[in-house]
């Protein structure tokens, strides 16, 4: 449940796979410098070595073992959507508009990041308040 990368500034309106190609993140794992470490995405994404994404569905059905994988590699998105919600709830100022200068905003999203993150490192001894 924690953030290892993020990237800001980009427009909610652009595809997944155009962002992926101009992130940082994509040099690192074409040049398998991610490694062990693989990419979860959803179905708009191929199959790479480094990324694991979904199968598409067949014209007769999917076999069993990929109907198998498509369920785990779904349980896994999960847990990432709950990472994000996590994140909102905890700090809801991320939800709603900020009477703050738009220059400031990847600063407010990385102080929330932080928090998030040493509150699940630390999660005996952080107070969130």
């Known amino acids: 449940m924690e953030f290892w990368d993020y990237d800001y500034g980009w427009?909610?309106?652009?595809?997944?796979?155009?962002?992926?190609?101009k992130i940082d993140v994509r040099?690192?794992?074409?040049?398998?410098?991610?490694?062990?470490?693989?990419l979860i995405g959803d179905a708009?994404?191929?199959m790479w070595p480094?990324?694991?994404s979904p199968f598409k569905d067949e014209k007769d059905g999917l076999?069993?073992?990929?109907?198998?994988?498509?369920?785990?590699?779904s349980s896994i998105r999960k847990s990432m959507?709950?990472?994000?919600?996590?994140?909102?709830?905890?700090?809801?100022?991320?939800l709603k508009e900020v009477n703050?200068?738009?220059?400031?905003?990847?600063?407010?999203?990385?102080t929330c990041?932080?928090?998030q993150n040493m509150h699940i490192v630390n999660s005996n001894g952080f107070d969130m308040d």
């Open 63 to 73: 076999p069993r073992y990929k109907t198998h994988w498509n369920f785990i590699q």
């Open 81 to 94: 959507e709950r990472t994000f919600g996590m994140l909102k709830d905890k700090f809801q100022i991320l």
């Open 100 to 110: 703050i200068p738009s220059h400031h905003m990847p600063n407010l999203a990385m």
């Open 113 to 115: 990041i932080c928090l």
């Open 11 to 21: 427009v909610g309106s652009i595809h997944d796979g155009v962002l992926f190609q």
């Open 50 to 52: 480094w990324c694991y």
């Open 44 to 46: 708009t994404y191929q």
């Open 27 to 38: 040099n690192y794992v074409m040049k398998d410098k991610f490694l062990p470490y693989k």
